[in-house]
């Protein structure tokens, strides 16, 4: 085997490792901004369950090949990622980086490894290719500290590629048409100069709640701008299908009736279904005609590719490992990289229990020293053992979000499963309302000043729909039926409704409208129902009951709504009845919450 030219690099940087561990770790952002190719890979399972890759890509004209291993590491403290090479001028690469804390600080360790092969190779090493990407290293390290500080705008130094010719005249245009629209909120020119100059990385995937947190703006506001920006040509809408282990997308489609029922995740070796408020989720992407955006990974397993996972380590047959280790207190699930058994844990953030594998998968061993994780392989062939969090991805929107917002029914009212499909829904708050007396509202104005102020009426709900990230599913005679992907939002929509409606009253004059109103949340079905997304289900039949038992003017909540955590907060002090009622369909009585007229538009 020819020499292993190694070569460390030390910096002492003033931030912590916990504002440095982000953006370091984001090796995906690192080699983009490097100016390191794509890549393509192949994932072949192997019998024992495990995946073997194979990467393709051109470095500097060059034909490369190598084993896409897992990377390992630890949260906030290190990573390494050792690379065989089948093909090109080395037969092994391997890069590692260390973060210490170092007072208020962070003692920063990065190691790059090569092994040259064949004539190339070795004459790389002889020209200084090594030192040379040390001072790559080092300058995108110092950039990133730059940007913890927040002494930099951007986290690496980086130039986006030449756009397509026009492209700047066309997002002029499109972000003029978006303005017009009630979606633009001032936020069009934004988002294309967004567009324009973001790394590929920020695009590939967009997610609006990403993007909102990043502008310091309302989420619903980035939401109906990116989804009036794919009506105008600036963004293309897609679907995606999350796998539940790695959360990577499996299958991404253009329209929700080209959505599969199921699909195999060839990283994780396992097949999986579609779960529309848990893994079906919407993101855009650049059109071509603004910006191409092209196939390929910068990095397919890195830290932050899974951010997730918190440890990832591979340990050789009959190996043991203490690591030190400091996260967040939470729900945590300890397995393999491969198919197999798992333990769910939730953790206080300094004692945990030791991580076993063996050919079965993960097991939970006894608890060590404060800080420190004991991690066994007891199996007889290398095992790649890890810890992530159980909570799902914080800044997805899912497709039940978004189907139960106004903007998506109003913009993409064609977007419907095909017709023999449903798919779950874990959580949907359903809230019903009726006119009181609206036989006699109709005799006593006649049918076409009635029919105006109904259809009155209806504006000013949906606008207060709209307003709480919600959607009017549908009218039904007087009657509307809104749903919300937010327990909490949906109850505040209540309740602001009957307030707006006071208002209209005396707005009106002569005629009141008195409004019934009831909610209930829980599973239900998504489905199309005459060519539109609808719901169906136990939860959808108890909030039209929960609206039957209102008197008018007040609002009826189920007590197991009442019993959620937000919105239990929500009206914590507030007078509420309680009451329960024998209701159609249902076996035994059902209790219920009342919000009363008086002490609604009192709080208002």
């Known amino acids: 085997m020819s020499a292993l030219s190694r070569r460390t690099w030390v910096w002492n940087l003033p931030q912590p490792p916990a504002a440095l561990w982000p953006i370091l770790s984001d090796t995906a952002r690192f080699n983009e901004a490097a100016a390191g190719p794509k890549y393509q890979v192949v994932e072949t399972p192997q019998s024992d369950g495990s995946v073997h890759r194979i990467a393709h890509a051109k470095v500097a ?79 995108m390290t110092r950039a990133a500290a730059d940007y913890a500080g927040g002494s930099a705008e951007q986290p690496f130094p980086y130039m986006p590629p030449e756009l397509p010719k026009g492209a700047a005249e066309r997002a002029a245009a499109m972000v003029a048409e978006i303005e017009k629209t009630p979606y633009g909120h001032g936020l069009a020119r934004r988002l294309a100069d967004y567009l324009m100059k ?36 600036l963004l293309n809408l897609m679907w995606s299908l999350l796998c539940p282990r790695c959360r990577g997308a499996k299958s991404i489609v253009a329209a929700l009736d080209q959505l599969p029922v199921g699909v195999h995740c060839p990283s994780c070796n396992i097949d999986f279904g579609a779960n529309f408020s848990r893994n079906v989720e919407i993101n855009f992407q650049p059109t071509p005609v603004v910006r191409a955006v092209a196939l390929g990974e910068y990095c397919m397993s890195g830290p932050r590719t899974t951010p997730h996972v918190v440890v990832q380590q591979t340990l050789g047959p009959g190996e043991t490992r203490v690591v030190s280790l400091a996260i967040p207190a939470g729900a945590y699930r300890y397995r393999t990289i491969d198919p197999g058994a798992v333990v769910d844990l939730d953790l206080d953030g300094t004692l945990f229990p030791a991580l076993h594998a063996d050919a079965t998968g993960a097991l939970r061993g006894g608890t060590g020293e404060a800080g420190t994780l004991t991690l066994v392989n007891a199996d007889t062939r290398p095992r790649t053992m890890l810890i992530e969090s159980r909570a799902w991805v914080a800044d997805a929107l899912t497709a039940h979000q978004v189907t139960s917002m106004q903007a998506f029914r109003d913009l993409f009212s064609a977007e419907v499963l095909r017709a023999d499909e449903n798919l779950a829904i874990d959580n949907v708050t359903v809230l019903f309302t009726d006119i009181e007396g609206s036989t006699a509202l109709y005799e006593r ?55 707006r409606v006071a208002r209209f009253n005396r707005e009106n004059g002569a005629e009141e409208l008195i409004i019934r109103m009831g909610l209930h949340g829980g599973a239900c079905l998504a489905v199309t129902s005459n060519d539109r997304f609808d719901y169906f289900g136990h939860t959808v039949n108890l909030a039209a009951r929960m609206q ?55 709080e208002a």
């Open 61 to 139: 004209g060059m034909a490369m090949e190598w084993e896409e291993g897992p990377y390992q590491w630890v949260y906030q403290r290190r990573f390494r990622h050792d690379c065989k090479v089948l093909k090109g001028p080395f037969s092994a690469l391997n890069v590692a980086l260390d973060l210490e804390p170092d007072g208020a600080g962070t003692r920063a360790t990065y190691t790059f490894e090569a092994v040259p092969k064949g004539l190339v190779g070795h004459l790389l090493a002889r020209v200084g290719f090594v030192n040379r990407f040390g001072a790559l290293i080092e300058r």
């Open 548 to 602: 039957g038992q209102s008197g008018g003017g007040d609002v009826v909540i189920s007590e197991a709504l009442a019993g959620d955590p937000e919105v239990a907060r929500l009206i914590a002090g507030k007078p509420t009845i309680r009451e329960a009622a024998p209701l159609k369909g249902f076996d035994t009585p059902i209790p219920y919450r009342r919000l009363r007229h008086a002490d609604i538009l009192a």
């Open 445 to 499: 104005l006649g049918d076409s000043p009635a029919y105006k102020l109904v259809r009155e009426h209806f504006a000013v709900l949906g606008e207060v729909v709209r307003e709480h990230d919600g959607a009017l599913v549908k009218t039904i005679g007087d009657a509307v039926m809104a749903a919300f992907a937010d327990p909490a939002q949906a109850v505040r929509a209540a309740l602001a409704m009957q307030r």
């Open 198 to 233: 973001a790394q590929e990385v920020d695009l590939m995937r967009l997610r609006p709640r990403r993007l909102a947190a990043l502008w310091g703006v309302p989420p619903r506001h980035v939401i109906e701008l990116c989804l009036e920006a794919s009506r105008s040509g």
